[in-house]
């Protein structure tokens, strides 16, 4: 499905990808996972096609993507970027669709997927006239997801997609998303910085730091053999906080 080779990213004399390689299979989930400013969103980007490399090349379903081909190429990928950004200006209906109306996409498609979509994600249809504003915040993730899906695109790229919501609600949507994933059997690389979530959803972590790749593997994989110490002290780091809840409530 995807194929990075060599890509790597520059702003002035900051690295802030260092050349890098990176697969997707088909129909697989890949959680990217690191610190603040290690350089995942700007991956993501960087396949979206919203930025370009300055070494290397990304390959979409065998096809190198370039400024020429990018535009038809990003209708085929959903992108939900972090805390969903939606247009605030747009109710919910004209958010969902916006890219279908700007494709002039037949009215009765328009209408029966996005009739699809809200039975999908658990959106209330009453819900279609609001605005941003007029949502909650898992609400709006509902809606980032179902714009995200809207072409039906065979990748999705998820940028901490629920990183600002409280635990309840990103529980509940985190079920909720696994399953659509499922469902759909979509290829999806999502960005992440909690260790727990990225286990939830991914075959396979890609653990970056200060622009690299140190590791990728499952979970086992990066806890029984890491490959640096910064692997191990990354994990564990996430662990002794809950190992300190557990205790405290003893």
Not at 88 to 116: C, K, S
Not at 131 to 158: H, T
Request: proline share 6%; glycine share 8%.
């Amino acid at each position: 499905m995807l194929t990075l080779s060599q890509v790597s990213k520059r702003y002035g004399d900051t690295e802030v990808l260092a050349p890098m390689d990176l697969q997707v299979p088909s129909g697989e989930t890949r959680v990217l996972i690191g610190p603040s400013g290690c350089g995942k969103s700007t991956l993501l980007r960087l396949i979206a096609g919203l930025i370009q490399p300055d070494s290397g090349s990304i390959r979409f379903e065998g096809i190198v993507l370039t400024p020429d081909n990018i535009l038809t190429l990003r209708q085929r990928m959903g992108y939900v970027i972090q805390e969903g950004g939606l247009f605030p200006h747009l109710n919910v209906r004209d958010n969902v669709t916006v890219m279908a109306r700007y494709l002039r996409r037949n009215l009765g498609w328009i209408e029966a997927r996005l009739a699809e979509l809200t039975k999908l994600v658990q959106l209330p249809t009453e819900l279609m006239q609001r605005y941003p504003a007029e949502l909650s915040g898992g609400q709006r993730q509902r809606v980032s997801l179902m714009r995200a899906l809207m072409l039906d695109p065979d990748l999705l790229l998820l940028d901490e997609p629920l990183g600002a919501l409280d635990p309840m609600i990103r529980y509940q949507l985190q079920q909720e998303l696994k399953a659509i994933f499922a469902r759909l059997g979509k290829s999806v690389v999502m960005v992440t910085h909690d260790i727990a979530e990225a286990v939830f959803f991914g075959q396979n972590l890609v653990l970056m730091r200060e622009g690299h790749i140190v590791q990728t593997g499952s979970i086992k994989q990066l806890a029984r053999s890491p490959a640096e110490p910064f692997v191990e002290a990354f994990i564990s780091a996430q662990r002794e906080p809950m190992a300190q809840l557990a205790e405290s409530l003893e």
